[in-house]
């Protein structure tokens, strides 16, 4: 009995579990994306797509569907971690300028 050939559907399979968490416009906020779900376990991948709505070339990262609510959660979490530390250095910046640039009064 010969040896037949074998069907890889492994890779298409995976491809198409594979479901979009996160879209950046640049590489390298991509890879931040990528890297910080890999850090937590979650397999992941960077693509380079076409907008749908504008023509225009946007990056995606894909993880697999049946982990795509705790993908959500661990990015929309470090979003806010983020967003909180800018805010805080933008307040800071300001009050640095407002004190080096004020004209001492005699």
């Known amino acids: ?23 950046a416009d640049t590489a390298e906020e991509a890879k931040d994306f990528e890297k910080l779900l890999k850090n937590n376990n979650i397999p992941a991948m960077v693509k380079r797509q076409q907008d749908e709505f504008t023509e225009s070339k946007r990056f995606v990262v894909m993880a697999p569907e049946e982990m795509a609510d705790e993908a959500h959660v661990i990015i929309e979490s470090q979003d806010a971690y983020d967003d909180f530390y800018d805010s805080g250095l933008d307040d800071e910046e300001d009050d640095l300028e407002g004190d080096i640039f ?3 009064e005699f």
Request: aromatic content about 0%.
């Open 1 to 23: 009995m010969g040896k037949r050939a074998r069907k890889s559907h492994k890779t298409q399979t995976k491809l198409q579990e594979l479901v979009v968490v996160a879209t």
């Open 102 to 104: 004020e004209e001492d």
